[in-house]
């Protein structure tokens, strides 16, 4: 019929191939085969739902026929639904395309002329550049929703952390004056995460869908009040952003009164249930009988009509239904919010988002803590000097604005709208706290448990170098599971201890702990490992200390047979239980019933145990109850990859409550070294002509420039590996795409802002030449973007894998002849689930030249017998051994993994995403010295400044 036509059909399902499937979950191609056509047609969305084809204009005449029918009814306007996917073209993403935009334009011009006053809202789930060219010049819709910032303002709240939005909207282009954004929350779709980094997608999912059902596509099937645990402080702060955003705030249907949801339903059926008004039967929708409903009615206990319904919120003056009505109506009454600009502030407190918004003589001061607990903050107003702020709601007046930082403070989750216009250092005792215990089994029990975690833990925990909350403040801490480890005599103990902070999320510590009254052990201890002692124990009568059991042989013994012999201990709390894939099954028997142990102190995030010279136990601290990447890799390496140039996997150790297990320690051989690759190269470097590179490496025979080729193939090698079964669950390769490659933008455009910012911030601080150099620095940031804007110019035909993830000398042991890499545990900062991602092995080799950039440096400013002028004198010395290093190991590299298909073979494309990710890490870099070492921040900044140089 003429009508087949009017969709879009192909013999060749591999048409389109650069196409994007948008739901993932079920839709496994946009092509679908039609056995009584005997070809396949196109689909954007479901193979339910087959595109239109217009490129026929019979189509585009039936889409205007429809357009004047309502339009002759009398309706206000017309949402068009995912227009970006109208047009497919060979050889494109089939998005945004020239003849989409050319459509828009009739129909704008129709709608004008024919029926004015009549509006176009686009559904455009797209990156803000992209989203705003669907305004064109005023000629082709009116309105467009803003995707990207609906997202960020959950992560916002969830990280107490302004940036997520700021960046977004300073990444929001302008728009023509008679066009706005429609700002959302939530819509009767998922709350969409297509919008984000890969990054900020798997935090959401890990904050706001624990529960699977939770999730659906690349989104969240949750409303409003369920994402926010029903704190109805959060709630009015998410809307209080709404409706403070430029553009058209749009209120989903229920969010008003906070209704519930049930993601047991198909597909996004949960957030589409019927409205509650009241609790009559089938909550006053309908009077059918309730089977007979489009959906089944909320039934949950706390969003059940009888508890959320708009009859009853409407009698109740203190309702979040009236509360809204009311935020609605003083919206109405300013200008600014609707038409006017936005000028963001910048205070020190990054909790705290503080903004601006003027149209004509309005100037709105909005200030928001997305914090849980009270907040105070500066703000520097002295453009809006002598004004006299008063706060919109209650009308009350607020001091006068001077030319000094004003000084507010909002209580957890607390909100202005004013129409104008300490890091506390812990003193750590030098007196241990005495610990009354009557039996080692109550160690955690009663009045003994308060003073461990509300005193001695807190104390404790400030001195360990494996503690990573030092510069947070710590609100409580909880002892959640306990377990005796080994004999009871020997009284020791296993630990989990949970740290709450004032801000940020909670942290799970493995410690575990031991008693001893031997005086010559506890002597022992107090001289050699004074770091171990927890606190002074009398335990029955008997006076000794509490200290880290893994400074006690026994203990050590103990989990050496637990590993070898894959024993367990468990109790109603904990299982702790060995993996050790028959490593040790061979083992000699004098060797399993114990080998000498000893702590290697040189750790910080975690704590490593060597026994006999032969093993290399690392025991995690820090828990997460996800797969532990670095057990992951290096297991992945020996047992599939049979890679021999990483630390050879042995064992792993967990601990598991109740249906969380927690990886707390792996086995890995010996590596025989003469330390690392950065010590080594360090040695070479500090010889008074340390730049030859024909000089010996370390105390090897071999030179430097024999072993920085060496460990280039080395590295090739490793990337080799983790490639190499790309069956294998959870190491895939995945491919590069245009989606893709604008999430990387975004989160190179966020690291740039957030870490220029604190360049700002920190600059008075800086010496006069350090300081000239930031602001010359901070002046190169368009151009910098501009850098890293180039990854979304085409798609870049390569694979991302699994990585190292932090690479760099100092995670490559030097044997004397080869390199052994360890440590494949990624950034400690960040979560196991995202240091689990995929990324270009490129990220890799920046990492490592950058690390070669910066032993250059450290050469001279670690030297004592140079001045600050011969360092100056020396830099271009340094410079050029660094290029010449930066050619050994990046040549050598790609000998061996120059052809592989995670190496872009486009020599333009290679070039620019190495530099993307060297600039990155050094643009990382000048965070890390500013906060650690301000010494060193001119390492980083030469190092932009080369690359940029060379652009």
């Not at 545990?825 to 080799?845: I, M």
Request: charged residues 25%; negative net charge.
């Amino acid at each position: 019929s003429p009508e087949r036509d009017w969709y879009v059909w192909t013999d060749n399902p591999d048409q389109y191939k650069d196409v994007r499937i948008i739901f993932t979950d079920t839709e496994p191609s946009n092509w679908t085969y039609d056995k009584v056509a005997e070809q396949y047609f196109w689909h954007r969305f479901f193979s339910h739902q087959p595109d239109l084809n217009f490129d026929n204009l019979e189509v585009q005449a039936e889409i205007f026929k429809i357009i004047d029918f309502w339009a002759v009814m009398g309706v206000d306007g017309f949402r068009l639904d995912a227009i970006p996917y109208l047009f497919e073209r060979e050889g494109t993403n089939c998005e945004n395309l020239p003849e989409t935009h050319d459509f828009l334009k009739k129909v704008f011009k129709h709608l004008d002329e024919t029926y004015p006053g009549i509006f176009l809202l686009a559904e455009a789930n797209m990156w803000p550049e992209d989203s705003a060219s669907y305004y064109g010049n005023g000629d082709e819709c009116h309105m467009n929703f803003h995707f990207p910032i609906m997202p960020r303002m959950y992560l916002a709240m969830k990280t107490e952390d302004r940036y997520p939005i700021i960046d977004i909207l300073e990444q929001t282009p302008e728009i023509p004056e008679i066009c706005q954004w429609g700002m959302f929350l939530r819509n009767h779709d998922e709350l969409t995460l297509e919008m984000v980094t890969e990054e900020e997608r798997d935090f959401m999912y890990k904050n706001y869908a624990p529960d699977l059902q939770a999730k659906i596509n690349v989104g969240i099937r949750r409303r409003l009040a369920p994402l926010m645990d029903n704190d109805r402080k959060r709630i009015e702060l998410m809307n209080v952003m709404l409706f403070s955003m430029p553009g058209t705030p749009f209120l989903y249907y229920g969010d008003e009164i906070g209704m519930g949801d049930n993601f047991y339903l198909q597909d996004r059926d949960g957030v589409r249930t019927p409205m509650q008004w009241s609790s009559a039967k089938n909550a006053g929708f309908s009077e059918v009988v309730s089977h007979k409903l489009y959906l089944p009615v909320i039934d949950s206990d706390e969003y059940s009509p009888q508890v959320v319904n708009v009859d009853m919120q409407r009698k109740n003056p203190n309702s979040l239904f009236h509360w809204v009505k009311n935020i609605i109506a003083i919206r109405k009454k300013y200008k600014a919010f609707g038409r006017g600009k936005i000028k963001f502030l910048y205070p020190d407190n990054a909790s705290v988002m503080a903004f601006v918004r003027e149209y004509e003589q309005e100037k709105i001061l909005v200030i928001v803590n997305l914090s849980k607990n009270p907040q105070a903050v500066g703000l520097e107003l002295s453009e809006y000097k002598n004004m006299m702020p008063t706060e919109i709601f209650s009308l009350n007046k607020f001091p006068k604005i001077t030319s000094q930082p004003y000084q507010i403070t909002l209580s957890g989750h607390g909100y202005y709208w004013l129409a104008m216009g300490e890091e506390n250092q812990k003193t750590l005792t030098d007196n241990l706290p005495v610990l009354q215990c009557s039996a080692w089994e109550n160690l955690v029990e009663g009045s003994q448990n308060l003073l461990l975690t509300e005193t001695i833990f807190p104390t404790y925990f400030q001195t360990c170098r494996w503690f990573g909350g030092k510069a947070r403040n710590i609100k409580k801490m909880q002892i959640k599971a306990s377990m005796p480890f080994g004999d009871l005599l020997a009284h020791e103990a296993i630990l989990l201890v949970e740290v709450t902070y004032t801000e940020g999320f909670n942290d799970l510590y493995l410690l575990p702990v031991a008693f001893d009254s031997a005086v010559g052990k506890v002597g022992n201890i107090h001289k050699e490992s004074p770091q171990a002692m927890i606190c002074e124990m009398v335990l029955g009568n008997e006076k000794g200390i509490l200290y880290d059991a893994v400074y006690s042989e026994n203990f050590r013994r103990t989990l050496f047979a637990l590993i070898v012999e894959k024993e367990s201990f468990k109790n109603s709390d904990l299982k702790l239980f060995s993996e050790n894939s028959n490593f040790f099954e061979n083992l000699p028997k004098t060797e399993k019933q114990g080998l000498p142990s000893r702590m290697l102190n040189a750790e910080q995030s975690n704590s490593s145990i060597i026994f006999g010279d032969k093993y290399f136990l690392k025991l995690f601290r820090k828990l997460d109850a996800v797969i532990n990447p670095d057990v992951e890799v290096s297991r992945f390496l020996t047992e599939k990859a049979q890679f021999k140039n990483s630390s050879q996997f042995c064992a792993a150790i967990s601990l598991q409550q109740a249906s969380e297990n927690f990886v707390i320690g792996m086995m890995i051989e010996m590596v025989k070294n003469e330390g690392d690759a950065w010590n080594n190269l360090s040695q070479s470097l500090a010889q008074s002509n340390g730049f030859d590179i024909s000089l010996p490496f370390g105390k090897s025979q071999s030179s430097v420039k024999e072993m920085i080729a060496l460990l280039g193939r080395r590295t090739a090698e490793m990337h080799l590996a983790l490639a190499s079964q790309p069956n294998e669950k959870d190491f895939e390769l995945e491919e590069f795409s245009l989606h893709y490659q604008s999430s990387l933008y975004a989160g190179l455009y966020s690291l740039v802002r957030s870490n220029f910012q604190t360049l700002v911030n920190q600059l008075p601080k800086l010496p006069e030449k350090v300081r000239q150099e930031a602001e010359a620095l901070l002046a190169m940031k368009p151009a910098i973007l501009a850098c890293f804007k180039r990854v979304t110019h085409k798609k870049i035909d390569t694979f991302k894998t699994r990585t190292h993830g932090d690479y760099h000398l100092g995670q490559v042991l030097f044997t004397g002849t080869d390199f052994v890499i360890i440590d494949f545990e990624g950034e400690p900062a960040r979560p196991f689930t995202e240091r689990r991602l995929r990324r270009s092995p490129l990220k890799d080799v920046a990492g490592m030249l950058r690390s070669f950039h910066y032993a250059a440096y450290a050469a001279l400013l670690q030297n004592p017998n140079l001045s600050a002028d011969e360092i100056k004198n020396r830099k271009p010395e340094a410079e050029k051994w660094y290029k010449t290093v930066y050619d050994l190991f990046l040549n050598s590299y790609l000998e061996v993994a120059g052809r592989e298909n995670f190496i872009p073979q486009d020599k333009a494309d290679f070039k620019i995403l190495l530099e993307t990710f060297i600039l990155e890490k050094a643009v990382y870099e000048l965070n890390y010295e500013l906060v650690y070492r301000p010494d060193w921040l001119m390492i980083p900044v030469n190092g932009i400044k080369a690359i940029m140089k060379n652009q």
